[in-house]
């Protein structure tokens, strides 16, 4: 049984970086052909997809936020990480990290419980 863990601060400034980590356990995240995500639904709106890395470390990114979004991974940790810069208020929402077999979906067959963030000053 795969398991999906998201940890980081819940509280970002504007103009800040958010940063976000996923903790993997019952797999690694380099077995073929798993991509692991980003997902993240705003207050009242739906889910939205972010970016994936896939099990050969290669990166995708959703058009709307590749300029500010960069993913990474630790295998030594088997842990993968979402970096979004320059934040401002519309990037408050509930942060996902998940497991799926294809890349641009929102509907993973893991997902972590999601973490509450939200941009303020």
């Not at 990290?97 to 067959?109: L, Y």
């Given at each position: 049984q795969v398991q999906l863990q998201e940890s980081g601060p819940g509280l970002v400034k504007p103009s800040q970086t958010l940063s976000l980590t996923?903790?993997?356990s019952g797999g690694s995240i380099t077995t073929n052909y798993y991509y692991w995500s980003w997902i993240r639904q705003p207050p009242g709106k739906g889910l939205e997809w972010m970016g994936a890395i896939a099990y050969s470390g290669s990166t995708y990114y959703s058009p709307s936020l590749k300029s500010r979004t960069s993913i990474s991974r630790d295998t030594s940790k088997n842990q993968f990480t979402l970096q979004l810069s320059s934040v401002t208020p519309e990037d408050t929402a509930v942060y996902f990290?998940?497991?799926?077999?294809?890349?641009?979906?929102?509907?993973?067959?893991y997902w972590g419980q999601g973490t509450q963030v939200i941009v303020s000053s």
């Open positions: 996923c903790t993997v990290c998940a497991r799926a077999r294809v890349i641009r979906t929102t509907q993973p067959d």
